[in-house]
């Protein structure tokens, strides 16, 4: 019974100082983490909507309502245009046509009481639909004399000044809404499987070097050029500052393949010819960790971002690794795990624990 007793006793110290002499190793624990693979592209700035304001008649500019770069009102009045005599031959057209619609009338009473014959009524309607066609087309003339904003916006550069004469075609200004701003930029066809309206994009202006502008694709366009095997895509980023103008260039990051995913410290990965491991803790007692060792996990990985790689393999949500010590340990070696806590500086910890 003694001899047991002391055999028992010489097996626990034993324990206790192979535990002792177990490298010390920092671990930490696989997590999840929400992921995307980044696409970088050159896109070009373009207005929600953008026109080129011109004349479409050959006339003398009578006032100009706007400024350079005013902000306009969609209807907004912005070019009149010389309209005297447009305006007499209104006058004109309206008094005809009032005067055909008294006529009608009186026409269609007579036939009524059968004093006027139906080719008389006939007659007298085909004259008030002339005398109205000849009304709508003297009103759509003076409309081509006065030019308002198709929609809301602001306006370039005025190109012209009152008493310009203007041919039709020529420039008076431009008119951009730029509330919202569409980015457009080029990417390879083999990301067409993750191109969809709704992905978040991140982009950047040499204009504006510390600001980052945040936006989604709104479109993705139906052919693929055949030349460069690219597909266009556009964006849309809200303006609501008026920073962005078009034609502006910016580098664009297409944040494609939203996911959730398990990832590990970059330094917990290790390779070995063409294949990937880690070191995995296998977990022994709780409270004093004898029994506490590693084992050498194959591994598939995935995408890598700064400090992190993805685990497409091998490894389960929870379970740790070795990120610092690998050089101490083997398949199946005992080790004292330290985890890491947020936070923590792992000089710090490596130089607490005196890892080599």
Do not use: C, W
């Amino acid at each position: 019974m003694i001899r047991f007793t002391l055999l028992m006793a010489a097996l626990l110290v034993s324990t206790v100082v192979q535990a002792a002499q177990a490298p010390q190793v920092i671990v930490e624990p696989v997590r999840q983490a929400s992921l995307v693979d980044p696409v970088e592209a050159l896109g070009t700035l373009r207005a929600n909507e953008s026109v080129t304001l011109t004349a479409l008649v050959a006339e003398k500019v009578s006032r100009v309502h706007f400024t350079d770069n005013q902000r306009v009102e969609a209807g907004q009045l912005l070019v009149e245009m010389t309209s005297a005599e447009e305006q007499a031959l209104l006058q004109e057209a309206l008094v005809d046509r009032d005067e055909s619609a008294r006529q009608l009338e009186r026409v269609r009473s007579l036939a009524r009481q059968g004093s006027a014959s139906q080719a008389q009524l006939d007659e007298q309607r085909r004259a008030y639909k002339t005398a109205e066609a000849r009304l709508t087309a003297i009103e759509s003339r003076l409309g081509d004399r006065v030019i308002t904003a198709p929609f809301a916006g602001v306006v370039g550069l005025r190109q012209i000044s009152p008493g310009a004469l203007v041919s039709p075609g020529e420039l008076i200004t431009t008119l951009d809404d730029d509330s919202v701003m569409k980015l457009d930029f080029t990417v390879p066809s083999v990301f067409l499987p993750h191109l969809e309206p709704g992905l978040a994009i991140e982009a950047m202006a040499r204009a504006y070097p510390e600001q980052p502008f945040s936006g989604e694709v709104a479109a993705v366009d139906s052919r693929v050029d055949p030349v460069s095997r690219t597909v266009v895509v556009r964006a849309l980023i809200e303006n609501p500052t008026h920073l962005l103008r078009p034609g502006l260039l910016m580098t664009v990051t297409l944040l494609s393949n939203p996911r959730d995913a398990l990832v590990v410290p970059e330094e917990a990965v290790l390779a070995e010819g063409d294949s990937t491991y880690v070191f995995r803790v296998v977990r022994g007692d709780a409270q004093t960790s004898v029994g506490t060792s590693v084992k050498k996990v194959a591994v598939q990985v995935g995408a890598r971002q700064p400090g992190l790689v993805e685990i497409l393999s091998g490894l389960d949500q929870g379970d740790q690794v070795v990120t610092h010590g690998h050089q101490k340990v083997r398949d199946g070696a005992a080790v004292s795990p330290r985890e890491r806590k947020d936070g923590e500086s792992i000089p710090d910890i490596i130089r607490a624990a005196e890892i080599r």
